[in-house]
């Protein structure tokens, strides 16, 4: 199948320095960890973390806590854990534990100031109510020499604590591995992994973890595991857990989990069953997914806890998937802190001109992509300011907004988005003269990366010719092809181009600097300078990197390769397939 390269990425896809003229929140969350809990009791009461001010004015902060046995209190105010000269505000983590049954319990604390920039934030905080030590573990694999699973749990600072594993048949397929265990370890995370031996039949394996030297006593105990090594389908979910937002009286919020067979045989998923109330409904679809919906109706705002059991003739069924649910009260669109980012490379800083992605709930009034150039500044009834300026809009639904960054924008700037004339919080965000990003295929490691030397005139991509590449037209890397990269935030062009508008395609918009591609992340090459780097004709702020792959580069399924700049600055790393010619 052919396709253009236009086609694809329409599937896929003067601002001063700011002045902070109001309140500025920020978090100091260093001391805020897991709390172990011993059943039956409230827990520790001197738990804390602190909230502080970078802008002008003064805080006036609200708190919350999100469930019942999770109460925040703000303190008054003090110097700061971190730095003497500052003032913090210390927000105290109050809980009220002693009837909760064993197990790990999250919760969120909402810290917020309506007038304040960067508000609300929130903070989740995580309880172990009698450890987190498994009283079992039970884990699948099939009967193949190598084949590997593995499941962690944490116990507190103090000790060390030391770990034993025995087994009692099949050889040395059980052991456990522990990381934080320097001098200034906050916490221990274990990992327990099994891999399957050489001439491992089918059937269950039985051994044990015992351990010891925890400062938490209830950790200090021995627990079974067991290794199921079965020629059955052994289902593997897309998520370990959900979290969902919807608004008040509005819509359901709506997800899908995958069920991938990590074993033998045909995987068949038969049944999905939610619990945890009537909001929550989940069906089986036609491909083998689990289609989730969490439906808010008249439920009150806070959060709720369900959850999906999923069925199938997976030999590890049925598969239990937990759901929270935040139900959101009405109100102005709310940018998430922390969710303005380089459409790309998913980090911030951003660089000026960039392809940015803005998270947040309740961001406009449905879903609308941009159908011409210039780029419009309003889609679905939403708007995005930079600094009080318009901005260019590519795409906008209720939970995201794609929009590209002025090429005028630097330092710290101010972003917002009104609806409906509704005006939304402020959040600030780094605006870099550079902050590179490459575009991969969505859940990941994968550049999109065109083989322009392969496809007979089409579109073929450098990636594996694995399960999650189907449907993509694939043509891994030779040495001598030349491939071309697509990025976002890497610098000023000549001639410029104005924000919101497509880049020439008769003078091209060319990288002012110079860029070098790294085939290796190794620090010895091979390095290729690219043939061009540049604004791709026709996009509005979408670069793209000409390069040929040189010789010496591996043969590879998964070769990383990323983007050096002489002024020091680096893309995030990506990766393409490479084969033998």
Known sequence: MKI????????????????????????????????????????????????????????????????????????????????????????????SASSLQPGAYSGVITVSDPNSYDAPQTVRVTIYVNGDVPTKLDLYLPPAAGTKDSATFQTPAGGPPSLKP?????????????????????????????????GMAAGDYAGSVAVAGSTFAADNRSFPVTLHVTAQPIARVSAQQLELTAVAGGAAAQRTVAVANGGQGTLTVSGATASGGSWLTASVQSDGTVKLSADPGSMAPGFYLGAVSIASNAANSPVTVPVELEVQAASGPLTTFGGVVDAAAFT?????????????????????????????????????????????????????INFQMPFEASGTVRVRVDRQGQRGNTITVQAATRAAGLFTFPGTGYAIAENASRGNGGVVFAVPDTPAFAGIPKGAARVG???????????????????????????????????????????????????????????????????????????SPSVSLRLNFTDETVSNTVQIAVEKP
């Open 4 to 95: 253009s390269r236009l086609s694809f990425f329409c599937a896929f896809l003067s601002v001063p320095m700011a002045v902070l003229a109001a309140p500025t929140l920020r978090l100091n969350t260093a001391s805020l960890r897991p709390i172990w809990v011993q059943q039956g009791t409230n827990g520790p009461s001197n738990a804390f973390f602190e909230a502080y001010n970078i802008g002008d004015g003064s805080l006036n902060l609200q708190v919350k806590g999100a469930y019942p046995w999770l109460t925040p209190a703000l303190g008054a105010s003090q110097k700061c854990t971190f730095d003497a000269s500052k003032t913090c505000l210390p927000i105290k983590v109050l809980l």
């Open 166 to 198: 025995t087994t009692q048949a099949g050889g040395n397929w059980l052991a456990v591995s522990s990381s934080g265990m320097g001098s200034f370890q906050f916490l221990y995370t274990h990992t327990v992994q099994v891999a399957v031996q050489n």
């Open 348 to 400: 911030a800083p951003v660089g000026s001109g960039a392809l940015v992605s803005l998270f947040g709930s309740q961001l406009a009034t449905g879903t609308a992509q941009a159908g011409a150039i210039p780029l419009p500044t309003t889609l679905a009834d939403a708007t995005v300011f930079v600094n009080d300026v318009a901005a260019p809009l590519i795409f906008a639904s209720p939970g995201q």
């Open 481 to 555: 092809d030349v491939l071309v990269l697509f990025g976002s935030g890497l610098g000023p062009v000549s001639p410029a181009v104005a924000t919101g508008t497509g880049a020439p395609s008769d003078t091209l918009a060319t990288l002012i600097g110079n860029a070098q591609v790294a085939f290796s992340l190794s620090g010895f090459g091979p390095y290729a300078v690219p043939q061009f780097v540049g604004l791709t004709p026709g996009f509005v702020g979408l670069y793209q990197i000409n390069v040929q792959v040189p010789p010496g580069v591996a043969i």
